[in-house]
């Protein structure tokens, strides 16, 4: 264990992605991963800060830690950061009127919010919304504003639930970036400021967090880059030709099966 020792030392607080990291989502509700209910107890059990960091815009945070409550984790809804809330304050701040291109399991969350006359689009992971008549409305509400913006809740590739792999709100984010002639402002991983925040929460400077998640790119990369170190699980959306193709070398933790489930590792006391 001298190798975990040198990678965790000076670490004083943990970040865990949640999808593909502590459960597969499914239409039923998903499944814990293997081992991953055990983990997070020993994590809180140890002198280490926890906070979940999660993309997660098909539910409310309410439902979500409601849902992982039922599995068995030890979790609450204020050790939770989720982009929703961040997002609403921002139009507060702006003066932002969006059109919606939402699930509608989070469309409550934005109840307080004007949507009349829109200014701006908000996209995050609307699952079946996203069908081309809903897609051409955002498309069509951007083109005619004179400074269009468009704020993405996130802007994974794509997920995994229990049925399979799933596009993510960044291939539609990336179409109509593409197609409108914008750059979408990311409020969720990898933004630096979505990351500088969690820390602030968790009072710990980046070089003493950790970030554990399946994807490479937006729990590793975006942590990397604000100076974190993260650690990628062989569990949820990892593949090892994401690796490589970004020629990327992360320290990696196996893949869970209920014959050697994910806590066996996370041995981080």
Known sequence: MAAWGERLAGVRGVLLDISGVLYDSGADGGVPIAGSVEAVARLKQSRLKVRFCTNESQKSRGDLVRLLQQFGFDISVDEVTAPVSAACQ??????????????????????EIDTSNPNCVVIADAGESFSYQNLNKAFQVLMELENPVLISLGKGRYYKETSGLMLDVGAYMK???YACGVEAEVVGKPSPEFFKSVLREMGVEAHQALMIGDDIVGDVG?????????????????????????????PVIQDSTPERPVNENWNLA
């Open 222 to 250: 975006g942590a990397q880059r604000c100076g974190m170190r993260g650690l990628q699980v062989r569990t949820g959306k990892f593949r090892h030709r994401s690796c490589q193709r970004l020629h990327q070398s992360v």
């Open 175 to 177: 179409a109509l970036e």
């Open 90 to 111: 921002i139009l507060r701040e702006r003066g932002l009127r969006p059109h919606l291109l939402i699930h509608d399991g989070i469309r409550p969350e934005f109840d």
